[in-house]
């Protein structure tokens, strides 16, 4: 068995994309040949959460410590330069494939109650390709017999066939950022222009360092990369992304986190979502490339 478990292969038109069950994640995008998400071999451990799901919370819980209705839960310490718990507990599980096409993939696993989060989830993720590019939609149904707190995203890698992100432009229409402190967790929203890291206009990305959270300001958001002769794009309408330059990848590719809450929501209950007995969520995106 590989370090990623099974691996599975998908394509339609242009577009041709890798998936691994451990993590549920995405090892390979390409369009025309040319790959628009950074790719790993299936037989390793990828660094930075390459492809990861992330669920039952995106990012940081600070502390590793969250209180929920009046009981305050302690998760394993899994970043630990900031002691936080970091991107969920499906990241590194193995998702089982429920059904498989020529051109999408369902992937399914159970989020099973421990010390630290005694909340029963099933997850869901359907991948499938279209003429458009990757559509990815990420699911979660409460199973269990109590209320849980949720927040969900996942990690992919844009890149325009690997080219360093000093030689690509980002254009991105969210102006408003969530300032963090020591701990990489948010303090305020505050202009991105004020951080320098304001892209509603295209701009290079020479020299310039992301590792932040953006607030959607409403509907469908396009994150746009070029550089090599392509655009990737994704489209999303999930309410904060997270933009990160991908230092530890040599700067290949530009990670861009579709989220449905920013960092340490357990924590500061912004947007933090409750799932009742029986309720679900989804949370959406695409990716897309065209030459240029």
Not at 45 to 69: D, M, Q, S, T
Not at 240 to 261: D, H, N, W
């Amino acid at each position: 068995m590989l370090a990623g478990g099974k691996t599975v292969l998908i394509q339609k038109g242009g577009y041709q994309a890798k998936f691994v069950s451990v993590g549920g994640g995405m090892c390979a995008l390409t369009y025309k040949g040319r790959n628009i998400a950074l790719p790993h071999d299936p037989d390793e451990v990828p660094l930075a959460h390459l492809g990861k799901i992330l669920l039952p919370w995106p990012n940081r819980i600070k502390n590793a410590a969250y209180e929920f209705e009046g009981v305050t839960y302690t998760l394993p310490v899994t970043e630990a330069r900031t002691g936080s718990a970091s991107h969920g507990l499906t990241a590194w599980k193995e998702w089982q494939i429920e059904d498989l096409t020529e051109s999408s993939v369902l992937l399914t696993t159970m989020v099973t109650a421990v010390a630290g989060y005694p909340f029963t989830l099933k997850a869901f993720v359907c991948y499938s390709l279209t003429d458009d590019g990757l559509h990815c939609t990420i699911s979660a149904v409460n199973v269990g017999s109590k209320a849980a707190p949720y927040g969900v995203g996942q990690h992919p890698y844009i890149t325009c066939d690997g080219e360093v992100l000093d030689n690509c432009t980002l254009t991105f229409p969210c102006s408003e950022l969530f300032e963090v402190d020591e701990k990489m967790c948010p303090v305020k929203l505050a202009p991105a222009a004020a951080s320098g890291l304001d892209f509603t206009a295209e701009r290079s990305l020479k020299d310039v360092k992301i590792d932040h959270a953006y607030k959607n300001p409403g509907g469908e958001c396009c994150v746009s990369l070029k550089g090599n002769g392509l655009e990737v794009c994704m489209y999303t309408k999930a309410p904060y992304i997270q933009l990160f330059t991908a230092e530890k990848l040599k700067r290949a590719g530009l990670a861009v986190e579709p989220m449905s809450c920013p960092a340490n929501a357990f924590n500061s209950k912004t947007d933090l979502i409750v799932l009742k007995p029986g309720d679900s969520h989804s949370l959406s995106y695409r990716i897309s490339a065209r030459e240029i």
